[in-house]
């Protein structure tokens, strides 16, 4: 199985602030990596599908860049309803697997 | 747009059979642009992809699971359901349902998602 690694697990930010998130896979996946949004209680939210992507309805300052085995989210500015837990995921081969998660704190 | 629901017990006994429905609406389970997934995440741990299923019934499992799962679809109801066979304490989870979107060059992607049910594993 690919293994997904995020980078922080977990981060402390102030709203305004620009955000950084990696994801690191344990072998090349081309650019077949997405991002998700996880709130509790809530479906989780695409964000960035194909590494750069950003899905329609997904605010702008959400950003993803990456390639083979290295990929980054970015948020421009971080917002108060964006501080919660951010998830990779890749699907260049099954079993399609899921990074460990970032929680974005205050 | 389209919306999933997750239906199912809240509890199973261990031993016995895990069996949750997914329920489509604003969209069809017939879209041959689509698969359908099912994913969990035990307490305090991360998202696992159990498998997903076509529209013509074809299927692509987690090779963990895949002993004991059976994912199927039912064009006529506009769902898709799962079941886990031999279950334990170990499926205690919440499980999502999800629709897969494709693309060449592109890969796969889970959008959107079900709210997720908890399913606990109980005697």
């Known amino acids: 199985d690919i293994q997904m690694t995020q980078s922080p697990s977990s981060l402390s930010a102030s709203v305004g602030d620009r955000v950084t998130i990696t994801c690191r896979a344990s072998q090349s996946i081309s650019n077949f990596l997405n991002w998700y949004q996880a709130k509790p209680g809530r479906a989780p939210k695409l964000l960035v599908y194909a590494a750069s992507i950003v899905q329609s309805d997904v605010p702008s300052r959400f950003s993803g860049s990456g390639y083979g085995t290295e990929f980054t989210l970015t948020i421009s500015s971080l917002q108060p309803e964006d501080f919660t837990t951010y998830y990779c995921q890749q699907s260049d081969s099954s079993p399609w697997t899921f990074g460990q998660g970032t929680k974005v704190e205050v | 747009q389209v919306q999933l629901q997750e239906s199912g017990p809240g509890l199973v006994k261990p031993s016995e059979t895990l069996s949750l429905t997914c329920s489509v609406s604003g969209g069809s389970v017939s879209s041959g642009s689509y698969y359908w997934s099912w994913i969990r995440q035990p307490p305090g741990k991360g998202l696992e992809w159990i498998g997903y299923?076509?529209?013509?019934?074809?299927?692509e499992y987690n090779p963990s699971l895949k002993s004991r799962l059976t994912i199927s679809v039912d064009t006529s109801k506009n769902h898709f359901s799962l079941r886990l066979n031999s279950v334990t304490a170990a499926d205690t989870a919440v499980y999502y349902c999800a629709r897969v979107g494709r693309g060449y060059n592109y890969g796969f992607w889970f959008d959107p998602w079900g709210q997720g049910t908890l399913v606990s594993v109980s005697s």
């Open positions: 299923v076509s529209y013509i019934g074809s299927t």
